[in-house]
């Protein structure tokens, strides 16, 4: 566990002026070696890693099942290494130095990163345990890859690859191994421009992850595909892919997959000029990859930063960030990144008429572009692109062999074969049909079932119970006038409400006038201190797009009562809807309030805890109403902060398809 990065950079820079350098690196000294004083193994650990040595498995899934939650942890790892090094247990050996070497690589620290791979690769070879020689093999040529040294990496990759297909019958491990050989060489092709071969990888890799019910590996593959396409100017299919990917690092918690989808959304808005769309994802992102301590995800972020902020006019603050991704994209020696920030600063000096500066990062950037895609490395890929365009020629001449084969032996078949067959087919459509109409029946019960609930959620007894009272008030206080404005108003939303609940979609008009209805009669019981804003932007036409009824009232109910309810002063919730694209609209509901974190502890806090249901079903409504489009729905929560990270609220972002 290390201190966030950021964190140092405000003591260096605010506790320590410049005078005070010494005493600075002294005291985060003493910080370190106070810190790993105060780590030891525990006796726990210690009896698990002599259980481990003793019984001596030999594959990978046997040693992560009970080492995975310690394998980021340096002390705990070199501890096992070493017990395992005095029983002469070689395999386990091998697993501690490569989650070593793993861990140094994700810091960007890639010659001890290759040292401890090479040598979990040699305890591998000693062992003849050819998983784990695999294994070590892959982490080789990320290694390697990471730091632009295509040919080194393909070689690893490829000799990997080669020992995992040699096995008639390969372990899942093994497979795992195939999966990260053919990945690992599609992300080569792809740094070398050669998209059509890079997703073919990619795609190899898919069908196979899929087989696996490799969650981690379909996320991984559809974000690479996601970054070819992207590089072939293919901007929205790309987005879907991202999208698709961020899907699967959320429902797997996956953090730094998480991190490095929204950096690759962000940077497709940057190439959209979304710009300040772009702005809302990396600010918190990069917070979040700070935490992560991932230099070259969090150098990336920096980049793409001072972009925004360049396209934007914001030169000074373009520059910091530029130069700061620059720097640490130098010292961790990321040639890829080095070039880019290059670029954008010769871009950057450009449009600050500095010409001399802006030639002379050009200069550098150029440099840097021929040096990754040097003469060697271009030799070399030809050869591989030879190999492979010949490999799958053979492959497809071979594929028409079998074929024919199949095609002949079919023709020699007696006719009864044929009648079986025929009635065999009758048999198994009849299966199907009789299967269709199960699944249409449980669709539609589960659309009535949705339905119920939504009505339910609508017409929530509390809701109905305190807006009566409310009204009552005002009958008791000899407010006629309100009564009876407000009665009105209760009586149409239940009307529309009830009206609606029968209805798969209506029109983005209905939908705004029912929201207006609700947002009136909830605003009795906050004293009319909420401020509801409604903005719909050109070219929308309310009456003609169609959403599903009723989805945007559980939003609302959530921004008042978790948001708004516990926050003093002035409480305002806008309701903005836009088109995103051809096939998308926006609407989006930000509110001023406290925020989810606090409003979670005051949830927490209170005895009677007020569970919404809404959400879920809404959800789950939004999902069926996508069936019927090519794309499906998104929904974003952002937690907005200001530059001290104090909570100014929550954002709900609906992204709904409308081809």
């Known amino acids: 566990m290390s201190f966030p990065s950021s964190i140092f950079l405000f003591i260096r820079r605010f506790l320590f002026p410049k005078s005070g350098k010494f005493?600075?690196?002294?005291?985060?000294?003493?910080?370190?070696?106070?810190?790993?004083?105060?780590?030891e193994v525990t006796e726990d650990f210690k009896r698990v890693t002599d259980s481990l040595i003793n019984a001596a498995p030999k594959t990978y899934k046997d040693l992560d099942s009970i080492l995975n939650s310690k394998r980021s942890d340096t002390i705990y790892m070199r501890y096992f290494n070493n017990e395992a090094a005095k029983k002469q247990y070689l395999s386990g050996q091998s697993y501690a130095l490569n989650q070593l070497g793993r861990k140094y690589r994700d810091i960007s620290q890639y010659t001890k990163a290759?040292?401890?791979?090479?040598?979990?690769?040699?305890?591998?070879?000693?062992?003849?345990?050819?998983?784990?020689?695999?294994?070590?093999?892959?982490?080789?040529?990320?290694?390697?890859?990471?730091?632009?040294?295509?040919?080194?990496?393909?070689?690893?990759?490829?000799?990997?690859?080669e020992l995992a297909e040699s096995v008639p019958n390969p372990s899942n491990e093994l497979k795992k191994g195939i999966n990260v050989s053919l990945n690992s060489i599609g992300n080569l092709y792809l740094t070398l421009k050669q998209y059509e071969i890079a997703i073919s990888q990619f795609k190899r890799a898919m069908e196979?992850?899929?087989?696996?019910?490799?969650?981690?590996?379909?996320?991984?593959?559809?974000?690479?595909?996601?970054?070819?396409?992207?590089?072939?100017?293919?901007?929205?299919?790309?987005?879907?892919?991202?999208?698709?990917?961020?899907?699967?690092?959320?429902?797997?918690?996956?953090?730094?997959?998480?991190?490095i989808c929204k950096n690759s959304i962000?940077?497709?808005?940057?190439?959209?000029?979304?710009?300040?769309?772009?702005?809302?994802?990396?600010?918190?992102?990069?917070?979040?990859?700070?935490?992560?301590?991932?230099?070259?995800?969090?150098?990336?972020?920096?980049i793409n930063m001072g972009w925004a902020l360049m396209e934007l006019k914001q030169y000074d603050k373009a520059e910091e960030f530029l130069t700061s991704g620059l720097e640490m994209s130098q010292k961790h020696r990321l040639p890829s990144s080095i070039a880019q920030a290059y670029a954008f600063l010769s871009k950057l000096f450009t449009y600050k008429t500095d010409y001399k500066n802006a030639l002379e990062y050009y200069q550098l950037a150029e440099k840097f572009h021929e040096?990754?895609?040097?003469?060697?490395?271009?030799?070399?890929?030809?050869?591989?692109?030879?190999?492979?365009?010949?490999?799958?020629?053979?492959?497809?001449?071979?594929?028409?062999?079998?074929?024919?084969?199949?095609?002949?032996?079919?023709?020699?078949?007696?006719?009864?074969?044929?009648?079986?067959?025929?009635?065999?087919?009758?048999?198994?459509?009849?299966?199907?049909?009789?299967?269709?109409?199960?699944?249409?029946?449980?669709?539609?019960?589960?659309?009535?079932?949705?339905?119920?609930?939504?009505?339910?959620?609508?017409?929530n007894p509390h809701f109905l119970f305190n807006s009566l009272n409310s009204?009552?008030?005002?009958?008791?206080?000899?407010?006629?006038?309100?009564?009876?404005?407000?009665?009105?108003?209760?009586?149409?939303?239940?009307?529309?409400?009830?009206?609606?609940?029968?209805?798969?979609?209506?029109?983005?008009?209905?939908?705004?006038?029912?929201?207006?209805?609700?947002?009136?009669?909830?605003?009795?019981?906050?004293?009319?201190?909420?401020?509801f804003k409604v903005r719909v932007e050109e070219p929308i036409d309310e009456h003609t797009v169609k959403i599903p009824s009723l989805i945007l009232q559980p939003f609302l109910e959530n921004a008042l009562w978790h948001g708004l309810s516990s926050k003093e002063g002035e409480k305002n919730i806008l309701l903005h809807v836009k088109?995103?694209?051809?096939?998308?609209?926006?609407?989006?509901?930000?509110?001023?309030?406290?925020?989810?974190?606090a409003s979670e502890r005051i949830k927490e806090s209170k005895i009677l805890k007020r569970k919404s249901i809404g959400i879920d079903i809404t959800k789950e409504r939004l999902a069926n109403f996508s069936k019927d489009f090519e794309n499906s729905f998104q929904v974003e929560i952002i937690d907005l902060y200001d530059v001290n990270k104090v909570a100014l609220g929550t954002k709900v972002v609906l992204h709904i398809p409308t081809h």
């Not at 998983?131 to 990496?153: C, H, P, Q, T």
């Not at 589960?446 to 609508?458: A, D, F, N, V």
């Open 23 to 39: 005493l600075f690196f002294l005291i985060l000294a003493l910080i370190s070696a106070t810190k790993v004083i105060s780590q």
């Open 114 to 161: 290759v040292a401890l791979h090479q040598k979990g690769l040699q305890a591998a070879i000693d062992d003849n345990n050819l998983e784990f020689r695999v294994f070590s093999l892959n982490m080789l040529g990320v290694v390697y890859r990471r730091n632009d040294s295509i040919k080194i990496a393909l070689d690893y990759h490829q000799e990997a690859l």
């Open 208 to 259: 196979s992850s899929k087989e696996l019910g490799n969650k981690l590996g379909l996320a991984i593959n559809y974000q690479n595909i996601g970054e070819c396409l992207e590089y072939k100017g293919e901007l929205e299919e790309a987005l879907h892919y991202y999208r698709t990917s961020l899907d699967y690092n959320n429902e797997i918690e996956n953090d730094k997959g998480k991190i």
């Open 266 to 302: 962000a940077q497709i808005y940057l190439k959209q000029n979304k710009l300040y769309e772009a702005i809302e994802i990396l600010e918190p992102n990069l917070l979040a990859a700070e935490t992560l301590g991932d230099m070259s995800i969090i150098t990336a972020i920096n």
């Open 371 to 459: 040096e990754i895609n040097s003469e060697v490395n271009r030799r070399y890929i030809n050869d591989l692109i030879i190999k492979y365009e010949t490999e799958k020629k053979t492959n497809q001449i071979e594929a028409l062999a079998r074929e024919n084969e199949f095609i002949n032996l079919r023709l020699r078949k007696k006719t009864n074969t044929l009648i079986i067959g025929a009635l065999g087919m009758a048999l198994l459509t009849f299966i199907l049909y009789i299967l269709y109409r199960q699944k249409e029946l449980k669709n539609e019960k589960q659309i009535l079932t949705l339905e119920q609930s939504m009505l339910r959620s609508q017409m």
């Open 471 to 531: 009204i009552k008030l005002y009958i008791i206080n000899n407010e006629k006038k309100n009564a009876v404005h407000y009665l009105n108003k209760f009586s149409k939303l239940v009307r529309k409400i009830l009206e609606s609940s029968s209805l798969k979609e209506i029109s983005l008009a209905d939908e705004l006038e029912t929201i207006d209805l609700y947002m009136n009669i909830e605003n009795i019981r906050f004293s009319n201190e909420i401020n």
């Open 579 to 597: 088109r995103e694209n051809d096939k998308f609209i926006q609407i989006s509901i930000t509110d001023n309030g406290v925020g989810r974190e």
